[in-house]
C-alpha cells in the first residue's frame, strides 16, 4: 500500500463480558483494545507516539459502576507520520464486528469480518470471503499473513491479484 498514512481498526463484541470479569479485567483498554494497539504498530510498521482516548457508558451501566467504560475511541499518532484510529464496543448487536483498514500512498486494503477489499492505484478491486475473521485472533493472524504477501507482491510486480486459499 505504499507509505502508510492512516490505519482504521474496529473490534466489537456481541455482548458485554460478566460484570465479575469487567471488575478484575483492567478496563476495556487493557483487555480488549490492547490487541488492536498491537495490531496497529504492526500494520503501520512504526511504534506510537502519541494517544488520546475517549470512553463512554452506553451498553451497560453496571460497567459503568464497576469503574470502566463500554464504548471507547483512541487515536494515535505513529513516530513515521500516519495516524490511526481504534475504536472498541462491548456490544454490538449484530454479533463480532473485527475490522482493519490501512490505507497510504499506493492504495487502500480492508478487512471487514469475512470481505477482503483492496484498491490500488489500477482502481483494482478484489473481495474475497473465505471466514477471515472467525474468531479475532484468527482474523489478525490472517491480516498479518496478508500484509506480509501485500508486501512481497509489491516486490515482484506493479500488479496486485491476491487469492485466499
Request: proline share 2%.
Amino acid at each position: 500500500m505504499g507509505d502508510v498514512h492512516i490505519v482504521k481498526i474496529t473490534s466489537r463484541d456481541p455482548s458485554p463480558p460478566p460484570i465479575e470479569y469487567v471488575k478484575v479485567s483492567g478496563g476495556i483498554f487493557c483487555d480488549m483494545m490492547i490487541h488492536d494497539f498491537d495490531l496497529a504498530r504492526y500494520l503501520s510498521g512504526s511504534e506510537v507516539v502519541e494517544v488520546f482516548a475517549n470512553g463512554a457508558v452506553l451498553v451497560d451501566e453496571e460497567i459503568g459502576k464497576a469503574g470502566d467504560v463500554d464504548t471507547a475511541i483512541v487515536t494515535l499518532k505513529f513516530a513515521n507520520g500516519a495516524i490511526g484510529v481504534i475504536d472498541n464496543s462491548r456490544q454490538a448487536v449484530y454479533g463480532y464486528d473485527q475490522r482493519a483498514e490501512v490505507f497510504g500512498s499506493k492504495g487502500c486494503i480492508d478487512v471487514e469480518n469475512e470481505n477482503l477489499q483492496v484498491r490500488d492505484t489500477a482502481m483494482l478491486k478484489q473481495y474475497v470471503k473465505k471466514n477471515l475473521f472467525i474468531f479475532s485472533w484468527k482474523g489478525i493472524c490472517r491480516l498479518m499473513q496478508m500484509k506480509s504477501r501485500i508486501l512481497l507482491l509489491q516486490s515482484e510486480t506493479e500488479k496486485m491479484f491476491l487469492s485466499a486459499e
